[in-house]
């Protein structure tokens, strides 16, 4: 790990400045996934500004009837609060179903948006990475790529996401407050916060330099039945081979956001009415375009697969 010099702050606006006026420096809250990129040399800040003591950590209802998530609320006090779990459960579930309890207990909202992709080549240093360097090449283009991108890809860049709650934040419809340097602050559509590849595959999000996220905000809830599914290597603490957030009501009609096919939550719209057509329609409109490489060909059928098993529960529980 680099040396590197360390402050903490008080308030959204001084950790925005503080970031700003030094160059190289990061945010930091729970680490999870920064303090480990840091240990590789795959992130190298200069500097580090704690924001654990600014205060965002409380879950509170909007005017609207929504709720507003603050940027360092700890997704287990997340997955446990009674109106997330009423009301957005599909969002509960995805954050259980995406660390152990041990990771739950550190790592926050803004962090669990931000963190970033495990592709296997990606954190390995001795080979090319266009996200870890500009350029370089894309060690997994032609590599090993069975738990990688099928659709949203580039020619630089196979990688996707790792976040399960992006996944249900996406079928939700959340959006993202942040505020700059300046004071200025805006609010970003999940479906607009991570970006797709290109050839700039080191830009991930729409955050601009020095941005800081300070809540998500989620609408009105939607009802119907909230379910996440998760397919993975592994029963505990695996990132997601292909995974489901399904919002479906008693109808039929409802939404439908994929994990672990794209560089970045995948949802698309135009799909979720084909949803009373059954999964073979919906995955084929949700995949359309899709470009799989030999080892990940499979994750086609099992998109289908794991939106039937969505369905089915839906059509047990009603």
Known sequence: ??????????????AAAAVARTPGARFIAGGTNLLDLMKLEIETPAHLVDVNGIGLDRIEPTPEGGLRIGALVRNTDLAADATVRRDYGVLSRALLAGASGQLRNKATTAGNLLQRTRCPYFYDTNQPCNKRKPGSGCSAIGGYSRPLAIIGSSDACIATNPSDMAVALRALDATVETVQADGTTRTIAIADFHVLP?????????????ELITAVTLPKPLGGTHIYHKVRDRASYAFAIVSVAGVIQPAGQGRIALGGVAPRPWRVEAAEGDLPKGAKAVSARLLAGAKPTADNAFKVSLVERTIGAVLAEVKGKA
């Open 198 to 210: 290109g050839k700039t595959p080191h830009i991930e999000t729409a955050l601009k330099a020095g």
């Open 1 to 14: 790990m680099k040396p590197f010099s360390y402050e903490r702050v008080t308030s959204p606006a001084e």
